[in-house]
């Protein structure tokens, strides 16, 4: 006997969620099967950009299947446990080691290279704040001989370009530093030596010398800076370390510019931040800080707690985070080691510097930095031109394309540029397709001047 049709087939594709919106603000009232919700929020995030076209975000878009699935083999794994976890616990200090030895950290303490003192983070914003934690801790510890309270009443400083990354400024906020920026000026866009030793004093906790800029990806000269302070100190003025912000340039560097002198061989340089999630090639967000050694971690700064089994210090800000991203971190340094990450890095560069010399063969364009420090090209509009980068950017959003256009920092605010962020994924043929892309925009744009029709920045960390 045949069996009657329903008198409510169920729909292939439509029905609750096709058919009923589901509150944005609170929660809906009635549960759903998995598949259906599955389905309602993968096709929603599919009206986001494309990552792998976002040339606006320094952070890792892609990583090999492998270390996909190891790490979402990880994802229910705390960080912090590490007496129920100590497997993930010792690839972190492994991490952290392999880091430090990066940065020659070595030379230390040859004896025992497992002694490297630092920490993985949530990104380089995490490890920003605790380096400056410590430098703000030693300078009191200056002032006290460690045990007064002769730091009280007196306002720690932090010497810095006005071209850092927004969260210095958080850091000198929330912790009460008065942070003494020091301006940019047109064709120049990072730090000068002479700025450094005009702006410390005796309440200074430190200078921040960055390797890779947010704005332009160039190199600060962390080695002059550094000359100039040990001179300083030599007559007598205030004696002020130096913290290396290595978020994009310090797994870049070590491969590109193996000769370049910027980390630990360099004695004032007493601890350096970098972010595994940019050029590290991991999926976000994973950072380390490390120090010189442990005497510039105060212990003031280490808790310990016992209550989810064993002794156990942390000296981080957060306190719960999945170890799948430590995991991704330790899979990319095995997987690659130094002989891979230089291949990737002269790769990225080399399109980079493709990415440039094409762009400096528009007349309309003058390229500020073009990959070769580390691999991000800067480029502006030459004087005279009838639109704007941000004309530019807008239109290269309707390829796909994530190029930001924004304007320099303090005192070159009248410097508006657009940037390339080369990462793995970008590939040569995704280059030229980039480059074809931007040309027949440039025709357009010459269609609709004079005046253009874009004024919104738009900047990504």
Known sequence: ???????????????????APLPALRLPDEAMDPESAYRFIHDELMLDGSSRLNLATFVTTWMDPEAGQLMSETFDKNMIDKDEYPVTAAMEQRCVCMVADLFHAEHLRDDDPASATGVSTIGSSEAVMLA?????????????SGQGDDWKGRTPNLVMGSNVQVVWEKFCRYFDV?????PMEEGRYVITPEQVIDAVDEDTIGVVAILGTTFTGELEPVGEI????????????????VHVDAASGGFVVPFLHPDMVWDFRLPRVVSINVSGHKYGLTYPGIGF???????????ELVFRVNYLGGDMPTFTLNFSRPGNQVVGQYYNFLRLGRDGFTEVMRCLSETARWIADELEQMPMFEVISDGSAIP??????????EY?????SAMLRGYGWQVPAYTM??????VAVLRIVVREGLSANLARALRDDLVEVLGKLDQLKPGGFATEQHFAH
Not at 289 to 299: D, K
Not at 388 to 392: A, C, G, K, L, W
Request: proline share 9%; glycine share 8%; aromatic share 10%.
């Open 1 to 19: 006997m045949p069996t009657p049709h329903s008198s409510n087939p169920r729909p292939a594709y439509t029905g609750r969620l096709a058919m």
């Open 132 to 144: 400056g934690l410590a430098m703000k801790w030693r300078w009191r510890q200056r002032l006290g």
């Open 178 to 182: 008065e942070a003494r920026y020091l």
């Open 226 to 241: 550094c000359a100039a302070l040990d001179a300083l100190a030599g007559r007598g003025g205030p004696d002020v370390p």
């Open 289 to 299: 800080v490390v120090w010189r050694s442990a005497e510039y971690l105060p212990e």
């Open 376 to 385: 991000v090209v800067s480029f502006r509009l030459v004087d005279g031109a």
């Open 388 to 392: 704007s980068v941000f004309d530019i």
């Open 409 to 414: 920092p303090d005192d070159a605010t009248d």
